[in-house]
């Protein structure tokens, strides 16, 4: 199974420049596994380690199918075959 | 160096005049690769805040969409400080997530809600690092053909 996940150009470094990549997965957090392995240091971009355990970054929105992952079970969401995924760092400060 | 038509300069003080006491955000949208600011998208700051803006995550979402379909990018990302000087924060610096982007800020610290001068900045912010950037304001972009001009007064068939 494949999913589609676009990466913002901040992430584009990780990706050779790419603006869409593929990546396999039946959760978020297993997709984004996936993702580490073809392109290393993507993860720690995404999710961080609070109080012993993991959780997607507090300015990460992740969508799958236009969906913001918070309200799908965050990254146990599930992941089907042809859903589209799209991150995008919050536009946010002070 | 951005350079801004006077409109949508002025459309973005209008915005932080009209918002603060919370702070206001938004962008300008060009062509990508070209530099330009030419359409303003005012954004709602989901924070309702005077010390933090964020843009709406479904907002969000549908601007990016929007400007893939368009072909644009955000040219420049802006908001106002209320309280404070034009300058970006702590925290403004550690969520700049758009390398290629001018960060404009504007304070209404000494006006607020009304007519009067605002401080009106431009920087770059990559990797941690803020560069202050000359902010000029034309009476149109120049023509996208020509190099861009500060001096340029704009076509008269254009206004």
Redesign the interface.
């Given at each position: 199974m494949t999913v589609e996940v676009r990466i913002p150009t901040i992430l584009r470094p990780y990706t050779g420049d790419r603006k869409s990549v593929e990546a396999d997965g039946a959760s978020l957090s297993a997709l984004i596994d996936d993702l580490e392995s073809n392109h290393p240091g993507i993860k720690e971009r995404l999710v961080e380690t609070k109080d012993g355990s993991v959780d997607l970054r507090r300015f990460v929105n992740v969508y799958v199918n236009d969906e913001d992952v918070r309200f799908l079970g965050g990254l146990d969401a599930p992941v089907s075959d042809g859903d589209q995924v799209v991150v995008l760092p919050a536009v946010a400060g002070g | 160096m951005l350079i801004l038509d006077r409109s949508t300069y002025d459309g973005i003080v209008a915005h932080a005049k009209r918002d603060h006491p919370d702070e206001a955000?938004g962008?300008v949208a060009g062509p990508e690769g070209t530099d330009r600011a030419e359409r303003l998208v005012e954004?709602v700051n989901a924070?309702g805040s005077p010390?933090?803006?964020?843009?709406d995550?479904?907002d969000?979402?549908r601007l990016?969409r929007d400007l893939d379909d368009r072909d644009e990018e955000p040219v420049v990302?802006y908001?106002s400080h209320t309280a404070t000087e034009a300058y970006?924060?702590?925290?403004?610096i550690g969520?700049?997530?758009?390398?290629?982007a001018h960060y404009v800020l504007v304070s209404t610290r000494e006006h607020g809600n009304n007519d009067g001068p605002v401080e009106f900045r431009s920087y770059r912010i990559v990797d941690g690092e803020v560069t202050e950037e000359d902010v000029t304001v034309v009476d149109s972009l120049p023509a996208t053909t020509s190099p861009a001009s500060p001096t340029s007064q704009g076509d008269p068939d254009d206004r």
């Open positions: - | 955000c962008i954004m924070a010390t933090f803006y964020e843009f995550s479904a969000l979402l990016y990302i908001h970006p924060s702590r925290t403004d969520l700049a997530n758009e390398p290629g």
